[in-house]
């Protein structure tokens, strides 16, 4: 079973950078395709970014494209998510998401979420 643990989260200052982490306590982390979304107040939870089961393939959101960066640590059951240059706009909760063989870009193709870590970007 996956159980994913965000962290990282926190209040920074617009052009600041921050590295969230997500941790699978389960013995399947390297089966999954792994994604983070975020959600920001009032609105939809939305695709950041996604990584395939070797860590080879990644995706980006428009909005984030140059700026964060997807990784993978199979090893030690971890994604992560390096964001610089963040934006007020990038405030939001952030979720790890998993998903069996590759990671789509629609929230409800993912069976597994963390709890979710906040972001909040001052300007």
């Known amino acids: 079973q996956v159980q994913l643990v965000e962290s990282g989260g926190g209040l920074v200052q617009a052009g600041d950078s921050l590295r969230l982490s997500c941790s699978d306590s389960?013995?399947?982390?390297?089966?999954?395709?792994m994604a983070w979304f975020r959600q920001a107040l009032g609105k939809e939870r939305e695709f950041v970014a996604g990584?395939?089961?070797?860590?080879?393939?990644?995706g980006y959101a428009d909005s984030v494209k140059g700026r964060f960066i997807i990784s993978r640590d199979n090893a030690k059951n971890t994604v992560f998510l390096q964001m610089n240059g963040l934006k007020f706009e990038d405030t939001a909760v952030y979720f790890c998401a998993a998903q069996w063989a590759y990671y789509g870009l629609v929230a409800t193709e993912y069976a597994y979420w963390g709890q979710g870590t906040q972001v909040t970007v001052s300007s």
């Open positions: 389960g013995r399947t982390f390297n089966m999954y395709a």
């Open positions: 990584i395939s089961v070797g860590g080879g393939h990644t």
